[in-house]
């Protein structure tokens, strides 16, 4: 089974400066998709990124990348230029191709802006 | 395009009462929808698979006859919580994946209904 892993509960960054939230996961599979997902006290979800593992490309979104290391398991998500509205919790997840798939999401993680 | 809403966002209900929460993709067609719950800072468990016109599919540990679920079109799942107790409070959000497209592998959320049960 599909597992995801975030060690971090929780992370602060100051304003305007870089964080990076880890991530890894387990998989059997060549071809899937791995997705970064917001959750602000609103808790609607907010998907702030995708990558598909058959590209090598590093998925970027304005200031969100990710640094996708496949043979590692490894997705970590990049925030620079942080700002107050980052603040919220982040969620990593992994999806199979099949058309039913479902998600899985991973622990999360509570990250704090200090203006 | 591709919004998925919840009614109601919030519902309050008395301890062995049923209650009904719709999810609506309002411009694309849902084949397959997911039923999540969550705990407050915590994850989303994926509580059962919705696939319109057929039965859900339920996570181990996950009641049937407690949470009901049915997908009678392509654009409404339903999450019925039968004889409510308090230990039901949750937030329940539902997600959609598109028919008919090239699978992107993306699904889209509702804004989530949260349960709180007397």
């Known amino acids: 089974a599909q597992t995801v892993t975030q060690s971090q509960p929780e992370m602060s960054v100051q304003e305007a400066e870089t964080v990076t939230l880890s991530c890894t996961y387990d998989t059997s599979e060549s071809d899937y998709y791995l997705f970064w997902y917001k959750q602000p006290p609103s808790r609607q979800m907010i998907l702030v990124i995708r990558q598909e593992a058959y590209k090598q490309q590093n998925a970027t979104e304005n200031r969100f990348s990710v640094n996708f290391q496949k043979a590692a398991k490894s997705f970590s998500l990049k925030i620079s230029d942080s700002q107050l509205g980052d603040a919220a919790m982040y969620f990593c997840?992994?999806?199979?191709?099949?058309?039913?798939?479902?998600?899985?999401f991973g622990k999360g993680i509570t990250l704090s802006v200090r203006p | 395009g591709a919004v998925v809403s919840q009614h109601p966002s919030w519902v309050i209900c008395k301890s062995g009462t049923s209650v009904k929460i719709e999810c609506r993709s309002l411009?694309?067609?849902?084949?397959?929808m997911f039923w999540y719950r969550q705990f407050p800072k915590q994850s989303l468990m994926l509580m059962a698979t919705s696939n319109e016109g057929s039965k859900a599919t339920y996570e181990q540990g996950v009641e049937k006859d407690k949470f009901l679920i049915n997908h009678a079109s392509l654009t409404l799942s339903t999450l019925t919580v039968t004889s409510a107790h308090p230990e039901d409070s949750s937030f329940y959000i539902c997600?959609?994946?598109?028919?008919?497209?090239?699978?992107?592998?993306?699904?889209?959320f509702g804004e989530g209904s949260r349960l709180t049960v007397l």
């Open positions: 997600s959609a994946r598109e028919s008919g497209r090239a699978n992107t592998g993306e699904l889209f």
């Open positions: 997840a992994y999806r199979a191709t099949g058309a039913n798939s479902k998600l899985t």
């Open positions: 411009d694309f067609q849902a084949t397959t």
